[in-house]
């Protein structure tokens, strides 16, 4: 097992990601995407220049046109995005479209689709959740065989980048009954395909996702064997949880600093309120919290990267530390600013804002601590 | 047949006839919240039928002598009252500040030319009031408050800057906080004085909200005219009544997260978002996390209860209200974010119709200022540590 700490190349990975994200794609550029009402939802012309960095293409093998850096180097680089708030369809392409085909692709799909997120020509998203609370057994979402292809129906929501995907990768079934797991197969759909309708959802980070219906739609292939995609499907996920973990790491920390920055500037009874000692004492718990967040989030990570036994509940074990302590970090953020924290104006509750939404995205606290016990035999 | 008994018959009676059927249905949204006022819009017919048959007994301030208007109703007539209109779910006839923070105050400390001017109108809900108490450098610390008022013999002229006021934008009238001596220890130079929005010199401007909405405001006093007579109590007495208003805001806002009549209850909308197997919800998480809220939440409803019991008729709860204040914001930030939890993708949507314009995720961003507004929940904190316990 390696260490508890960055290699030197990881290390530079993610000074390049935060002087990168810190000017190209910081929180005044999410206002901007927001308050232009901009229909992408991210910029097209960051998410270029990212591609160009190799960021696209941490996941992907060097084989296949990326970098090979993995999971660990791809963390340092959500940390960042969680303390810039910056959108990009890093998660839905580079992470889950990365993976998914990495895992379960045939030697050409390899070939086409690795090369394609790696280069930044592809956008993928991954469309698994049909029920409100994140439960990717409950597949209702029906693939018949029909010809050499086959033919979806359902709907799914929570796709994230659903409305501007290239591709859709799509969990349904092509036997057994909702909640089994044999049964489940990947599909690749073309989001343009006839029969795919793609309703962008605003949610309240300002960020994208989508409910996506299928009626009749004809997908473009199988990816991976058929009814055989939900041990993928769970591969990916773990995938993506970790790198929501390093987002939720990054977005505590974010609004820790700058909560502590107020504590030392803002004064009342004239003296700063960051001398009074209730507040001294929650700001260093926290401080003691977020440190045990480091510590799980790079542990996950590491994981991932060596193909670890106990990844899933290592990956669990992040998500649900990193959710519980980003919900404490921006809700005393929000708190210690007193008026200012409710404010728009005031960058401290975009935080709150955008860490709800990764909180629940593939699970939230109650979700993984759930299947923490549960893959620990309790 | 006691005359408690047959007060709750003839109430029970009188609001059947009288409530009008939408209003017996929960208030859902700001739309569905009466404020009065001068240019209040009512969203029904039924609406403004009910704030009038209420107001004319008085019973939009049920507890106030009928000499101002009120219904000059004992607390335990009050309480029959509220367990009536709770029974058929009515709406309360009107939201007001009036009601619930100045009104109190004048009936305590003012002259009885304020209470004449001020408290009838208040009941039968034409003027709406807003509360300048915060500034940009005077939050927690309201003592340190700067706005000027300097003494011009029949009149004052006020200048400063007032921030957070709610609902400045649609107010008839303010409550404010003036310094009316700089040169004393800072509590004792401070004046609580009313005038009208409309006076030339009161400005405002909305401040927008991390839920989207808009409802308070900085407010900008420049040479403001204000009549003498129109000083609550005695000049730089202030900060005595400023307090006891406090109070009665802060018991307010503790009571923000009741669930409305009418309104389905936490566990309600859990069993309707995660469903049941076998009688239990079928999230074990979600099952002990909502039951251990579920205790609080009637442990705290029956504090209200036995607190507001033990008050003297006509008394507010006193110090009891920083704990009823910080205990009741808390909770309701918590069932909040339940809320938002249970709902899975749904509550985190903010747009469209389909899901309610984002009503459930802006409400919880909404109660996190709970434990804000009315002093912090760190002030109340120290109340409780200071003046109950003696911790100095
Ligand atoms: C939704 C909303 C509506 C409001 N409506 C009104 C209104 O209508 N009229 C009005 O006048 N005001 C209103 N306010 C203002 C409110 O009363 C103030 O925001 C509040 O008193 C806190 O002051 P502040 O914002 O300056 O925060 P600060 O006082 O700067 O506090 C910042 C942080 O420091 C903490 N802190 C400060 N002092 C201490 C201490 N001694 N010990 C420990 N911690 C401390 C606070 O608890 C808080 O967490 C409203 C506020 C909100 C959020």
Redesign the interface.
Known sequence: MTGLVLTEEQQMLKDAAKRFLQERAPVAELRRLRDERDETGFSRDTWAEMVDMGLAGTLIPEDFGGTGFGHVGMGQVFEEAGRNLSASPLLSTAVLGAAAVNLAGNAEQKQALLGAIAEGSLVTALAA?E????DPLKVETRAEAEGDGYVVNGRK??VVDGHVADKLIVSARTSGGSSDSEGISLLLVDREADGVDVER??????RN?AVVTFDNARAEGLLGEEGKGYAVLERVLDAGNAQLAAELLGIAQESFDRTVKYLQER????VT?GS?Q??QHRAAHLFSEIELVKSVVIRALQALDEDADDTPALVSLAKAKASEVA?LAT?EG??MH??M?????FDI??F??RA??VQ?LFG?Y??H??RYARLNGY | MTDLEQFRQETRAWLEENCPRSMRTPVLSAEDQCWGGRNFKFQSEDQRLWLERMAERGWTAPDWPTEYGGGGLSKEQVKVLREEMDRINARPPLHSFGIWMIGPAILKFGSEKLKQQHLPPIVRGEIRWCQGY?EP?????LA?LQTKAVDQGDHFIVNGQK??TSYADKADWMFCLVRTNPDVKKQLGISLVLFDMETPGVTTRP????S?SSPFCETFLEDVRVEKDQVVGEVDQGWTIAKYLLTHERAMIGGFGRTAAGEKTLSEQAVE??GLEDGRLA????RA?LARWDIDAKAFELTNERVTDEAKSGQGVGAASAMLKYYGTELN?RRQ?MI?????????????EQ?DQ?AV?RSM?RS??N???GG???IQ??VIARNILGLV
């Not at chain 1, 029920?131 to 994140?134: D, I, K, N, S």
């Not at chain 2, 999230?283 to 979600?286: N, R, V």
Request: charged share 25%; net charge negative; proline share 3%.
């Open positions: 959740d029920a409100p609370r994140h929501q929570f959802t605003i949610m309240m980070d300002n996702a004064k009342q009874f004239g309120i009074f209730g507040l919900e809700n929000v708190q007193g008026g924290g409710m404010t728009d104006e509750g975009l709150l804002k709800r939404p629940q939230d109650r979700y601590a759930s | 915060s450098g005077a939050g927690s610390d340190g921030i957070w401040i927008k909200l991390i989207g978002c995660l999230d074990d998480m979600f996390e930030k974010e938002v939890a249970m709902n899975g993708f749904d509550g985190l949507v903010f747009e469209g899901w984002g995720p961003l996190k200022g434990s804000i507004e912090t929940s760190e904190l120290n």
